[in-house]
């Protein structure tokens, strides 16, 4: 139980650290039918909304066409093509953030590292925060002459890059 309690502690301190680059509402157009398009909001299974049709989270459907959906998020409107995220910024300080486990029990949490938009899944018991080659990149990060770094967890090493 104190292990547990200790992690949940971690990561809301990690999180609240970090408040400026949580961001409030993640959006995706997934898939765009007809006069319906099926969007996906902070990673939950994606729900279909007909034109006018607004959220719980207040994200509106306006208009769709073949390739895109205009939404209102946040009281603006958003054009959002297929498979583009639209991810806003949190207003005002954020002194606690909760978050929801997936249908696989993870835990996903939306950020950025160097401007660049990163899905991150949160693992509550690590001290690390792990990158792929591809994301390192995309964020400008110059990783190859970096200290490695690892930890065990059972698994053989995986070659990076």
């Known amino acids: ?20 680059t949580v961001l409030a509402v993640d959006v995706r157009v997934v898939g765009l039918f007809g006069s319906k398009a099926l969007v996906s909001i902070d990673g939950r299974p994606p729900a279909t909304l007909r034109i006018g049709q607004r959220t ?4 509106q459907l306006l208009s769709v066409d ?5 939404l209102e998020i946040d009281g603006q409107r958003r054009t959002l093509r297929m498979g583009q995220p639209y991810v806003s910024k949190s ?3 954020v002194s ?17 590292v160097n401007g660049a938009a990163v899905r991150f ?8 925060i792990a990158l792929p080659a591809s994301v390192a990149r995309q964020a400008g990060i110059r990783y190859s002459n970096a200290r490695a770094d690892g930890a065990d967890a059972g698994v053989p090493p995986m070659p990076s890059g």
């Open 1 to 20: 139980m104190a292990k547990l309690t200790r992690a949940r502690l971690i990561v809301t301190l990690l999180l609240v650290a970090a408040a400026p």
């Open 96 to 112: 606690t953030v909760k978050l929801s486990a997936d249908a696989n029990g993870h835990y996903m949490a939306n950020g950025t």
């Open 66 to 70: 073949g390739e895109s959906a205009v």
């Open 121 to 128: 899944l949160v693992d509550t018991g690590a001290t690390m």
């Open 91 to 93: 207003s005002g300080n």
């Open 56 to 59: 719980a989270e207040g994200v």
